[in-house]
């Protein structure tokens, strides 16, 4: 994949709120992906927005078909979860294409940081007639992320988490499944290297935020943006799995560098080493391995949002 200019220039052009002509690629296996594809259908030719759509099976095949079009339409609409959006977002920071996101998936992370509606008609509707906004991608070992990339207890509850328990369970899910991982977590050992100075922790989960949601309605930091020009770190460890639910509603509100065992930084640049390679979860799929080098790319992708949540 190319490389990714960590700090494009910022875009001042003004746009005209409705589109010409739309990329349209819908994930066939979401839950409401025939509904969404109709509402979009519907909202595009209401604006009189031409579609143009585009089958994806591969998570590569995404990329690719971002980058063929991405000369002859104005916007990227993505239906599907945060994995769907994970894969595309190398594409879109390489050709500048705006996103507008369809939220179909199970946690939708990323759209509740944008304040896209959950509604599939509404959200149809903001993407031809929203505004946009430029926001952060966090990249580790070349590979970006919109959310969260972390190590550990993500990586299990990742395996954890079936298509049929989310189905079934929705964002409850995350909870069950991350009660589960918890009883047979053990702690690994990993040096965080932030600014220049190495910090060696004892963790079950290490966690590099870009954007404010991850996992099902976790919160990064209570302060955190898309857009704030930071990686909030973390590092958390655990005496036993009973402390998990003492600690969960921290991590719901943003507030868990409160607790004496969960460290906190924040920085544009980390290195995470550990004593054997481990899995990297992005935006909940297994992309990458430690040792794990991240960075900020600032201002890194053009995302169609409510009129509301467009400044910044």
């Not at 604006?47 to 095949?61: P, Q, S, W």
């Not at 993407?127 to 993500?154: C, H, K, Q, W």
């Not at 918890?182 to 932030?194: S, V």
């Amino acid at each position: 994949m190319p490389a990714i200019s960590p700090d494009p220039q910022p875009d001042t052009t003004a746009r005209p709120s409705t589109r010409r002509r739309a990329l349209l690629i819908v994930n066939g296996k979401a839950r409401q992906g025939q509904s969404a594809l109709d509402s979009v259908l519907e909202a595009c030719e209401a604006a009189g927005v031409t579609v143009e759509r585009a089958e994806c099976g591969r998570r590569e095949e995404l990329g690719e078909a971002i980058r063929a079009s991405a000369g002859s339409v104005d916007l990227a609409i993505i239906g599907g979860g945060d994995g769907t959006l994970n894969a595309a977002a190398g594409a879109l920071a390489e050709t500048g294409l705006p996103l507008a996101i369809l939220p179909l998936g199970t946690a939708n992370d990323l759209a509740r940081t944008l304040g896209i509606p959950l509604d599939i008609e509404e959200a149809a509707r903001v993407a031809v007639t929203g505004r946009i906004r430029r926001i952060d991608l966090g990249e580790v070992n070349g590979v970006p992320f919109f959310n969260v990339a972390s190590i550990g207890l993500s990586v299990e509850l990742a395996r954890e988490l079936t298509r049929d328990m989310k189905r079934r369970w929705g964002t409850l899910g995350y909870a069950i499944a991350a009660a589960r991982v918890m009883k047979r977590m053990a702690p690994m050992r990993a040096r965080i290297r932030i600014d220049g100075v190495a910090h060696r922790v004892k963790a079950v989960q290490i966690g590099v935020g870009n954007g404010r949601h991850y996992g099902g309605g976790m919160t990064v930091d209570e302060g955190a943006s898309v857009d704030d020009g930071r990686l909030n770190v973390y590092s958390m460890d655990l005496r036993g799995w009973w402390e998990w639910p003492l600690l969960y509603p921290s991590f719901r509100a943003g507030r868990q560098g409160r607790w004496k065992n969960v460290h906190t930084w924040t920085c544009t640049e980390a290195e995470i080493v550990t004593r054997r390679p481990r899995p990297v979860n992005t935006d909940g799929e297994l992309t990458t391995h430690t040792p794990a080098r991240f960075r900020l790319l600032r201002r890194a992708v053009a995302v169609v949002c409510p009129a509301e949540e467009a400044e910044g």
